[in-house]
């Protein structure tokens, strides 16, 4: 049985050593973001070459263990969209991610 969820669009990814990641955009199915306090990107793969990536999918936000963000609500992203990639600490992060 096949699911349609409504997610939030992963509408852009910088990390193009990703094997989900085609022209800068994250063509997963669904992301998973955080290591508890910390909106990193759980999905990131490093790109072997070996690995087909559907590039018609646009990926979403199938969860996010970051509480402490304004967008997140019970452990889903909110948000209407985000972009990932490397911020300041030099970590592939959500770069929506906001406390207030
Ligand atoms: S959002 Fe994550 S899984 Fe998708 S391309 Fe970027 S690093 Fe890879
Ligand atoms: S915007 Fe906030 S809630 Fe949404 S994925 Fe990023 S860190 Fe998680």
């Known amino acids: 049985m096949k699911m349609t969820v409504e997610m939030p669009a992963v509408?852009?990814?910088?990390?193009?050593?990703?094997?989900y990641n085609i022209n800068e955009r994250c063509h997963a199915k669904?992301?998973?973001i955080g290591h508890s306090s910390i909106p990193g990107c759980d999905t990131f793969l490093e790109n072997s070459?070996?690995?087909?990536?559907?590039?018609?999918?646009i990926a979403g936000v199938g969860a996010c263990k970051v509480s402490d963000c304004v967008h997140n609500v019970e452990l889903e992203c909110g948000a209407d969209e985000i972009s990932v990639g490397i911020s300041g600490d030099q970590v592939i992060n959500c770069l929506t991610y906001a406390t207030h």
């Open 49 to 57: 070459g070996s690995m087909h990536v559907d590039g018609k999918l």
């Open 11 to 19: 509408n852009g990814c910088s990390i193009k050593e990703c094997a």
């Open 30 to 32: 669904a992301i998973t």
